[in-house]
């Protein structure tokens, strides 16, 4: 039950290689954050050196409004769960969540409770006397994560602690992580590569590239109006399409031009680009594959392409779909929607014709790869 | 000659059980001819020990009298027991010591990082390029001021073979190695000091390392020659059982000590094959391993 | 030699790519040896912008430290005191006047410095020769010891060394007072003697693990061997054994010996046993090595059954001590021995050994050394099995199951899985064990003793299967011909050997660079 706020945080390994920079966070008391991004992003660096397991090169971490920079991690009361659960192997399940209060010469009676109470709320109360390899992964991380419940400690760190799980136990501990976090109620830091767990858990997310952060923001602020490029192919599933195209603005009306169509901006977006006063210009027009829909040869707004791989996923399907001059597109399309006939047509080879909205464009400036409407 | 892109099935040579059959005929024959290789110098040693005609060495391998003739005389007429006495009680040391020096060297290299962690370890592998036995001369000359030769010359080899033993860290650090780093974040967060994840997480998962390094400590002082002659002189009361036995097959002791080094060559041996077949699982797991990581 | 571009390399047949492989390994070698003494170039530079810093540090310590810390650049430790570390300011303090004192007293530093002469060529190591000088009391001559020259460079040696620790400290404590200083500028608080001595348990637990292990290195490795280099350049020999003879310095004198080719020089006998010691050392490695191997293939082949009485029936070698087992085995071959008599069956070898005078077999350099090497691959195969059986295992099955059904037969399974994922694995194995061959004591001395002898030379007697390690062993065995500075030189000499061996092979070697490949 802490706050934590990181202030300027770099990280430098050897003389010159800069894992992590300009790294200004502030954490709320019991929030929910999610740091996410491609391997080797800084993320995990980051986790380690609020948890003191990094020496932090510049800046500062504070914990509950104390610099901790120099504190050992034992003198921090963090909680942390690894990636390969770091179980003991000599110790019994019991004895690896009674781990830390041992530790601290805890009087037996309190450590039986605690665990005790902890392995009930994780359900693994019947495995108390087994030994860690006798486990299944789930379990394991069960435990992992009572490990660091019997703690009371003020922040909760986990990194990457769903990646070794397949993928139906991974979205089972998704939700319980999501239970689990209503009854143990305290702050908690989660570092994942998955924009899915991201989104699904975080309620802010931390979006990192290269060792700095891109955005952070809601999962909704996120997704709807990501602040550059990067933000927006890595955040959503498909990821979004991207074309190199041009912006019209005639009078007060924007359009966009993508092989050859020509679609009007409409809705919010297009009082946003007014109000930022853009004029006609080169952008990389962002569209997520959702937004696609099925048109028809005679609409001038619709784009022809060709099929390329057809994946069906049962509620929906995705199309991969080469434009004319080779782009490649993903559009997702919702199987309700369709009838056995155009179902039927959908095969490799042939030529459809998609086209978007006008309200659901992202405008990207080619050159910084900011967000234009920000 | 043969066709290069031949797709037809059919049977080439001969057929998958018989080549089967015969290759580990042939592999069997080898195993048993190397099985005989290997255990005549044993099984030489054990009979010749038990003749009684004779103390020179004969032309046949079974005693035309068996009996313990040469046992007896051991205990009795020489210094052997002493010998024996003395190195055991090296091979004890050496092993207590040796595991604690070299243990904690191989523990500080692989999971603590400091400065100039790297310079030691360069320093360790060039110090291990001279001939360790150089070192000697100089030892020998403080050792004789000390009175650390001859008769005290068992201490003054535990010391010898203790003092520089951590250079040998490589096997240990290797085991050390493959003990995953996240386990000792996992205490350090959980509240544990660096002292205590040593002795509370990684020593309880280290069992095959330390049995193996207090094996090949317990051993070193029994098949040690050079150190121990260059320390002990001609002193008997002094000797280790290796350059206690080594006089007695010169040419002048051969024709009447020969088969008595071979009663005690048996009793020497005992011990050691005891301890090292029931600890050989140990054993391999550090010579593999260490072998592995290089 | 022109590297070709990869493309062009997968265009050479097998024997193309294979001298271009070997032509390519030893042009690799002098860039390789070029690179090393790039690389110890580079660190004596690196050492020297250290020293620099550290000057430049010192200055302006000096310079913008407080009287407290001016003070502590004469006095140890009272910069420690007067921001209350106790315990450290004592001991520095302590320090400080052991020093003082080793130094002045009668007998302590600055007197066994002044004995030693030290690297004056031609002056004597140590002042005061000893002699029979008459005495009143006995009536006779009596001897009055002189200096030990072994006690004055030994005692030089260490004072010297207690020198550098005194600067070292004097540097430390300065330093630790600056830090002090800043921190408390800084308004922070000092560590206390206490956090000192619970860090030794914690973020400095190193130091406590590793304060004895160094201390035994230090003692007994770091100072002999600084000692034995330095005798390298002595006259110390058994008839100048510094305490009855005083020895001097002689400079390079006797590496010149040793390098002297004509007659009388040692140059011959040293190229000899040098060029048997490699020969040796290759071959014992390599014998072991593949045979081991192939042991080990064939016991775990599929459908071999009792595996582990094979397996036992070897490892029991190793359980025996060496001394026992190598001494019985070189007297199996003698004329009397139980194998010797047999040879002896056979009119050829017998007549052989008549015509030849030989007494045993053990009397012909040839025979000798092939024995060597024979019943050395009786004690190596159990140690190379046991490794080559951990690494089988770790070959994963299903490399042997694509392989079978790509058309492999069990031959060219093992050439082209087994053993290059053996060869790869144990590259680094190999130098350690063509190193430890180089010094393989015990089995030449217990087997051959170094005999069929040759004569003598460097002091001691020469036989045709000594080693460079046995030979020198044999120059410090304490008879009166011991040429104690011939063996320091030739101990400088292994080393230098395998220095230049290993900086080759870690530079050429694939596996020791690309350690991921297989894994």
């Known amino acids: 039950m802490a706050s934590v706020k990181l202030t300027n945080v770099k990280k430098i390994y050897g003389k ?18 999610v740091f996410v991004g491609p391997s080797g ?7 380690r050196m609020i948890a003191g397991l990094e020496d932090i090169s510049e800046g500062t971490v504070e914990i509950d409004g104390v610099v901790v920079n120099d504190l050992q991690p034992r003198d921090r009361n ?74 009371d400690s003020k922040v909760f760190l986990m990194d990457e602690p769903l990646s070794n799980l397949d993928a139906k136990l991974r979205n089972q501990m998704r939700a319980e992580i999501i239970l689990l976090r209503q009854k143990i109620d305290t702050t908690f830091i989660y570092v994942t590569h998955d924009q899915t767990e991201a989104m699904t858990l975080g309620d802010r997310i931390v ?39 041009k912006l019209v603005c005639e009078g007060d009306k924007y359009y966009v031009n993508p092989y050859g169509a020509k679609i009007e901006v409409t809705g919010k977006k297009a009082e946003m680009l007014k109000g930022k006063r853009i004029g006609s210009r080169e952008v990389i027009l962002g569209v997520r594959p959702e937004h696609f829909v099925l048109s028809s040869s005679d609409n001038p707004e619709a784009i022809p392409c060709k099929i390329v791989v057809n994946e069906m996923m049962g509620s929906e399907l995705h199309l991969h779909v080469v434009e004319d001059n080779g782009d490649k597109l993903i559009v997702r399309i919702p199987t309700v929607s369709l009838s056995d006939e155009q179902r039927a047509s959908l095969v490799y080879g042939s030529t459809i014709y998609v086209t978007f909205e006008g309200k659901v464009m992202h405008f990207f400036d080619p050159e910084t790869q900011a967000n234009l409407l920000v | 000659m043969k066709k290069q892109n031949d797709n037809k099935i059919r049977k080439t040579g001969l057929g998958a059980r018989a080549s089967r059959r015969i290759s580990n005929t042939i592999i069997y024959i080898v195993l048993i001819i190397i099985t005989i290789v290997w255990l005549f110098p044993f099984v030489g040693i054990l009979l010749e020990s038990f003749k009684t005609e004779t ?26 027991l002493k010998w024996f006495g003395n190195t055991a009680i090296m091979g004890v040391a050496t092993a207590v010591l040796q595991t604690i020096f070299i243990l904690s060297m191989s523990y500080v290299l692989s999971r603590l990082r400091f400065k100039g962690r790297k310079a030691l370890m360069n320093m360790m592998l060039i110090l291990g390029m001279f001939p360790g036995f150089l070192t000697m001369i100089l030892i020998y000359k403080v050792f004789a001021d000390a009175h650390l030769i001859e008769e005290m010359a068992p201490l003054g080899l535990i010391i010898v073979y203790c003092a520089s033993s951590a250079m040998g860290y490589y096997v240990s650090k290797g085991f050390f190695d493959t003990i995953p780093k996240s386990l000792d974040e996992a205490a350090r967060v959980d509240g544990a000091t660096r002292f205590q994840v040593f002795y509370k997480v990684i020593m309880p998962l280290s069992k095959p390392i330390v049995i193996y390094t207090i094996l090949m400590g317990f051993m070193a002082p029994w098949g040690d020659f050079v150190l121990a002659s260059y320390l002990i002189h001609e002193n008997s009361q002094g000797m280790n059982v290796a350059v206690g036995m080594y006089e007695w097959l010169s040419r002048t002791n051969m024709n009447t000590h020969y088969t008595m080094f071979c009663a005690a060559g048996v009793i020497v041996a005992i011990p050691v094959v005891a301890v090292f077949l029931a600890l050989q699982k140990y054993y391999v797991e550090g010579v593999t391993g260490g072998a592995v990581k290089g | 030699m022109k590297r070709l571009s990869d493309l062009d390399y997968l265009k050479l047949n097998k024997w193309q790519a294979f001298w271009y492989k070997f032509a390519l390994f030893f042009c690799a070698i002098p860039s390789a040896l070029w690179k090393g003494i790039k690389k110890i170039g580079g660190f004596f530079k690196n050492c020297g912008i250290a020293v620099k810093d550290e000057f430049v540090d010192i200055g302006s310590t000096f310079k913008r430290g407080n009287w407290a810390v001016k003070l502590s650049f004469f006095i140890f430790g009272f910069g420690n005191l007067f921001y209350g570390q106790v315990m450290r300011g004592i001991l520095f303090l302590l320090f400080e006047l052991v020093f003082i004192a080793y130094m002045v007293v009668p007998t302590g530093g600055i007197y066994w410095l002044s004995k030693g002469n030290w690297f004056q060529k031609g002056a004597t190591i140590g002042t005061v020769q000893g002699g029979f000088q008459y005495n009143e009391v006995f009536d006779t001559d009596v001897w009055v010891p002189g200096d030990d020259s072994v006690k004055v460079m030994l005692y030089g040696l260490l004072t010297f060394i207690f020198i550098f620790a005194f600067i070292y400290t004097w540097r430390l404590q300065v330093k630790q007072c600056r830090i002090c200083m800043d921190i408390t500028a800084k308004g922070k608080k000092i560590r206390s003697g206490k956090d000192d001595v619970k860090s030794l348990l914690d973020d400095q637990f190193h130091k406590t693990l590793l304060a004895l292990p160094l201390a035994g290195i230090l003692a007994f490795t770091v100072l002999p061997i600084i000692y034995m280099v330095l005798v390298a350049f002595t006259s110390y020999d058994a008839a100048h054994d510094g305490y009855s003879n005083l020895f001097s310095w002689v400079g390079l004198d006797h590496f010149n010996e040793l390098f002297n080719f004509s007659q009388g020089g040692l140059g011959l006998t040293f190229g000899e046993i040098l060029s048997w010691t490699l020969m040796w050392a290759f071959f014992a490695t390599f014998t072991n090595y593949f045979l081991g191997m192939f042991v080990a293939i064939m016991i775990n082949k599929k459908g071999i059954k009792i595996k582990k009485f094979w397996r036992t029936v070897l ?26 008599r047999v040879l002896e069956q056979i009119p050829f070898i017998h007549n052989w050994r008549v015509a030849n005078n030989f007494v045993s077999l053990w009397d012909s350099p040839t025979v ?34 694509s392989a079978k059904i790509d058309g492999a ?4 399974q093992l050439t082209k899985i087994t053993l290059p994922y053996m060869l790869f694995v144990t590259g680094p194995y190999l130098l350690t064990s063509f190193v430890g061959n180089l010094n393989n004591f015990n089995v030449i001395y217990l087997l051959s003793g170094g005999n069929p002898i040759k004569g003598t030379a460097g002091g001691a007697s020469v036989g045709h299967t000594d080693l460079l390690i046995t030979w020198l062993f044999k120059m410090t065995l304490g008879s009166t011909e011991s040429k104690y500075y011939m063996a320091s030189i030739i101990g400088i000499l292994v080393f230098l050997v395998v220095a230049v061996l290993s900086l080759i092979v870690y530079n050429v070697i694939p596996s020791t660079r690309n350690e991921e490949d297989y894994k």
């Not at chain 3, 951990?390 to 042997?400: A, F, K, T």
Request: net charge neutral.
């Open chain 3, 409 to 412: 037969s069990s031959v060219q």
């Open chain 3, 315 to 340: 490892v029991m070698t190793i359980a025996i001590p060496q001394f026992v087992s190598l001494l019985y085995v070189s007297k199996l071959f003698t004329t009397s021995g139980l194998i010797g």
């Open chain 3, 368 to 401: 000798a050394r092939i024995l060597l090497i024979v019943i050395n691959i009786w004690i190596g195969i159990p140690y190379i099995m046991l490794m080559a059986t951990g690494i089988l295992m770790n070959i994963p099955q299903d490399l042997y199951e």
């Open chain 1, 16 to 33: 010159d290689t800069v894992a992590v920079q300009e790294f200004n966070l502030d954490i709320a008391d019991k929030e929910f954050i």
């Open chain 1, 207 to 245: 979006i990192m590239k290269d060792g700095f952060i891109q955005q952070v923001g809601t999962p909704t602020e996120v997704f709807d109006m990501p602040l550059n490029l990067f933000v927006a192919e890595f955040i959503g599933a498909p990821k979004m399409n991207t074309f190199k195209t």
């Open chain 2, 55 to 80: 103390n020179m060495q004969t032309p046949y391998l079974f005693p035309k009298e068996f009996g313990f003739d040469h046992y007896v005389k051991l205990f009795t007429k020489t210094d052997f």
């Open chain 1, 41 to 47: 992003c800084g993320k995990s660096t980051t986790l």
């Open chain 1, 78 to 151: 963090i909680a942390m769960v690894f990636q390969n659960y770091a179980l003991y192997p000599h110790l019994t399940v019991f004895e690896n969540m009674a781990f830390s209060l041992r530790l601290k010469n805890v009087p037996n009676e309190i450590v039986y409770e605690k665990v005790t109470k902890a392995a009930e709320i994780l359900g693994i109360t019947e495995y108390l006397t087994r030994k860690p390899r006798a486990l299944s992964g789930d379990q394991r991380q069960r435990v992992a994560i009572g490990r660091a419940m019997v703690r």
